[in-house]
């Protein structure tokens, strides 16, 4: 069980740092890393503290800790891949849109060029 | 530049991706069959001579700017008629297997029924047409969990040799399936209450290509369009719009 938390808090150690070094790279937009730090300092936190672990295990009347643990961290995983699902498909109709409109305005433009040839 | 200057004005929109074996032959043809109507072949990104073959034949082109896929191809084609004001736009594929011989029924059709829709279907008389078994079951599937929906049957549902006048135009511009559009557009017109006919036509073997559906990938087209189907069915956006409204789903 230590060892499982010592692994968590080292694995949210890692996402912290490199999350923050995404964001000073501009690899990554402010916004969207707001969710990786929160994700990263909640796996921290619970891996430190046993007592709130505990108590949250108790709450959700699991068996024991180290599930308990697993199913809270892929619990906030599954909700930012689905968060990220809607991001994607919006971009992907905004970029769909822009596509169709560079494609009617480019053709309209060589239109204009050839009638003034 | 191709503009819709006439009450009764036809653009005939082509989608095509890597089509040079057959585009040239499919714009001769609709030139032959219908020499008033201006012809529009939407390049998706080729990486063929497409778009050479295609103004050589005679046809305007619009090139997209990177590959977007059918439903994404031919809604640009809506959207370039619905702002050059064409009353009437038929779509051809650019692979040979629509003969421009039915282009002026479909257009007779759509000009003389009032209805939005006009499909070429291979099924309404038998007239040769073959399709493969998997794609067959396939179409009766469709059939049958269409016809609920619809309220009426529909023959030939995966056709995409389909005519659509500007009440559709102006719901097709802003809503328009990306992937496998063609059922789709189907409920699409349905919750407007729009009305469709069929016309028979008939459909060659593709000249040149294959299709995209494999046999292993049918089962992911019927999967997708199902949840299309019924995603369109539940959309919010469509029971606040009354027919005839028109308005903006999504895109610009």
Known sequence: ?117 | MIRGSHPNSLLVIIPAFNEEGAVGQVVEGIRRWVPDAAVLVIDDCSTDSTIAVARAAGADVLPLPHHLGLGGCVQAGYKLAWETGFQYVIRVDGDGQHDPCDIPRILERLQNSGCEMVIGSRWIESNGSRTGPVRSLGIRFFRAVLRPILGKPVCDPTSGFVGVNRRALEVFKSSFPLEYPEIEALVVLQRRRFRFEEVPVKMHPRVTGRSSITTLRSFYYIAHVLLGVFVNILKYEHRRRLPGTGGSAKGD
């Open chain 1, 1 to 117: 069980m230590d060892r499982l938390l010592t692994v968590t808090t080292a694995i949210s150690i890692v996402l912290l740092v490199t999350v923050l070094f995404s964001v000073r790279r501009a690899h990554i937009r402010a916004e969207y890393s707001m969710t990786w730090l929160f994700l990263s300092a909640a796996m921290l936190v619970l891996s430190r503290s046993r007592g709130l672990l505990d108590y949250l295990r108790r709450a959700a009347g699991l068996p024991d800790t180290p599930l308990a643990l697993f199913l809270i961290i892929s619990a906030v995983f599954l909700i930012m891949f689905f968060r990220f699902s809607i991001i994607v498909s919006r971009l992907r109709d905004n970029n769909i849109a822009l596509a169709q409109r560079l494609a009617i305005l480019e053709y309209r433009l060589h239109s204009l060029d050839d009638h003034e040839k």
